[in-house]
């Protein structure tokens, strides 16, 4: 017997599953084997999804499990569909009926699986969405599509709007993650939009795979030339090679090629501040909605769009058809902290930073800390905590308790402790703080005040003048030139995690004719080792390069030697610059857990690490 969810069609001997490890045959049938368990269920907005030509604006509820039928290398949600354990205390079981209530009680125009792939959860997904649209409520997931006919077959007509990650046009990103033949998402995604469900298609942006991208999107054309197609500016972390990202401008110079050939409708994601996340008309390149960067994967709406007495959403010049499904509601919902979406991985990414960083080698021991946060419910402490040194050093403190592992916790806080001193001390009582200004990605996305970046400033000498902003966003917001001309940052730094070379942030700021004195003297910075100033303990590195740039006079550094220093020590060897990618918890794209393997002829089937 094979699987009859997946495409991948894994064999299933009797009691067995297949390399999903979610489906084990019981005598003639397939059954789900962690069915009604979630591990996220919150409210969210449409474009978290996201979905962005599909009821802009609209609540929708998020329900996330565990689990995929692919293993994707780097896929930036695998803490969910990889290390979380399926029999893990943290999921809560919730009956179909309770799931549709909740949503109801919050208001959400609809249900959405996102997150972790609804091929994991089939039957879950399937009787939670029957239910939902047997209330009126609007149903709609993320998925890879590797269904087979027979599991797609109860979804048409039951799914309103689906956003399809696909792997590849041609078989080797498909090969790539487990799958493989690339011709069955295509045929479902045409039979998805034949059935009348709303889809948009997602695929990464790398360096390497953009003729597959161009034959995707002719393929696509062919089916709806409106189609939505969101290029996910590829982050690399967990093994990814760094080496494949592009460039934010290389990534809209590519959307404005597919654009002008193939498909209108095609936005970036991944790349904040960047205006490409815009509904723009095709015809007369009127601005018709305006949106902004909200996390990874994600974007939030900015105002709504002019729609006609019919609820049509056309362009406010031409009145060309903006092929948008649904009316277009004001901005309702802006999630918290790491609330919905993929926020939410990176909080777990976090704690594990903190714990890998203290000598946790083996994954169970990292899903215990997680376990205990999700639990006592504090993903809101983490994420007020995580950005002060004192809130994070007491969280490695905790964490360390929590583990048992209070010696090597203390460890670590003293030697971030002595890292940071000299810095610290060397611009004690400074007559001067230049004013400094801290961007993600493109000049004009603010990172909000509160944030670790900036508190790192000001230990580092610097006056943050984002911390006069009212920057009310998921890491911050998109602000005017007027409104940075007026602040005249003496200096600018640019995050190390979606990040942007200084030259091609110079280039922005003339092309926006951005007069300040950090553009005029060119005291634009980005750290060299990346995700070095938030998320990962390493914060500590970009303090140092921090302070070593906003008083050269008092304090100089190597951050490229501190880095080797940081991980000899944390991790007992240095890695090189060229393996460090986004990830915040794992060091090096070459790092691995310990895994347990089974020793041979062991009694009762010990287990050994290796």
Request: proline share 7%.
């Amino acid at each position: 017997m094979h699987c009859p969810v997946c495409a991948r069609g894994c064999a299933l001997a009797p009691g067995q599953s297949g390399a999903c490890g979610r489906y084990a045959r019981q005598g003639d049938t397939v059954v789900e084997r962690y069915p009604d368990r979630y591990l996220i269920t919150a409210p969210i907005s449409v474009e978290t999804i996201p979905l962005l030509h599909f009821h802009p604006g609209a609540p929708f509820f998020q329900i996330s499990t565990i689990g995929c039928n692919f293993d994707c290398p780097g896929c930036i949600a695998t803490v969910t569909a990889r290390e979380m354990p399926p029999d893990s205390p943290a999921l809560r079981h919730l009956a179909p009926e309770a799931v549709v209530d909740m949503a109801e009680a919050q208001g959400c125009r609809g249900i959405a699986f996102l997150m972790n792939d609804p091929l994991a959860s089939y039957y879950t997904f399937l009787n939670v969405a029957r239910l939902a649209k047997a209330r009126g409520l609007l149903v709609a997931c993320a998925t890879n599509a590797y269904f087979t006919e027979a599991s797609l077959a109860p979804l048409l007509g039951l799914l309103d709007a689906v956003n399809i990650g696909v792997k590849g046009a041609g078989p080797d990103g498909i090969r790539a993650c487990g799958g493989g033949d690339p011709r069955v998402v295509v045929r479902n995604i045409r039979a998805l939009a034949a059935a009348g469900t709303h889809v948009e298609v997602a695929c990464m942006d790398r360096l390497d795979n953009r003729d597959d991208t161009r034959l995707l999107a002719r393929l696509l054309a062919e089916i709806s030339p409106d189609m939505a197609l969101q290029l996910m500016r590829y982050v690399p972390i967990e093994a990814a090679d760094p080496a494949l990202e592009p460039a934010i401008a290389d990534t809209e110079a590519f959307a404005r090629e597919l654009r002008q050939g193939s498909l209108p409708f095609t936005y970036v994601f991944n790349a904040p501040g960047s205006r490409d996340l815009d509904t723009v008309c095709p015809d007369c390149g009127e601005r018709i909605v305006a949106r902004d960067f909200y996390g990874p994967m994600g974007a939030r709406l900015l105002s709504p769009a002019p729609q006609t007495a019919h609820g049509d959403v056309r362009c406010g010049r031409c009145g060309r058809d903006a092929a948008i499904t649904g009316p277009v509601s004001p901005p309702q919902l802006r999630e918290g902290a790491f609330q919905g979406g993929y926020p939410f991985t990176r909080g777990l990414e976090i704690v594990e930073a903190m714990c890998l960083a203290m000598g946790v080698d083996e994954q169970a021991e990292v899903v215990l800390a997680w376990e205990h946060l999700l639990g006592q419910g504090m993903l809101t402490r983490l994420h007020h905590d995580i950005q002060t040194i004192d809130g994070y050093l007491g969280l490695i403190r905790h964490f360390g308790e929590v583990l048992g592992r209070r010696s090597q916790a203390e460890r670590l806080v003293d030697y971030l402790t002595a890292l940071m001193e000299p810095a610290r001390q060397a611009v004690a009582g400074v007559s001067r703080r230049p004013r400094t200004y801290y961007a993600m990605g493109k000049p004009l996305f603010a990172i909000m005040g509160s944030r670790l970046e900036n508190h790192l400033v000001g230990v580092a000498g610097g006056e943050s003048v984002n911390a006069s902003l009212d920057l009310r966003g998921r890491p911050g917001r998109s602000i005017d030139v007027e409104t940075l001309a007026r602040l005249d940052p003496e200096v600018i730094f640019i995050s190390a995690f979606l990040s942007n070379a200084p030259e091609a942030f110079l280039a922005d700021c003339r092309a926006l004719r951005l007069d300040v004195a950090a553009v005029r003297t060119g005291r634009v910075y980005t750290s060299p080792v990346p995700a070095s100033d938030f998320g990962a303990p390493k914060w500590v590195l970009g303090l140092r390069y921090l302070a070593s740039k906003l008083h050269p006079d008092r304090f100089t550094c190597d951050i490229e030697a501190d880095a080797a220093a940081y991980h000899a020590f944390v991790f007992g060897q240095a890695y090189p610059l060229a393996t460090i990618n986004r990830s915040f918890a794992k060091p090096s794209r070459l790092w691995r857990f310990r895994q347990a393997v089974a020793t041979p002829g062991s009694a009762g089937g010990e287990a050994r690490f290796s």
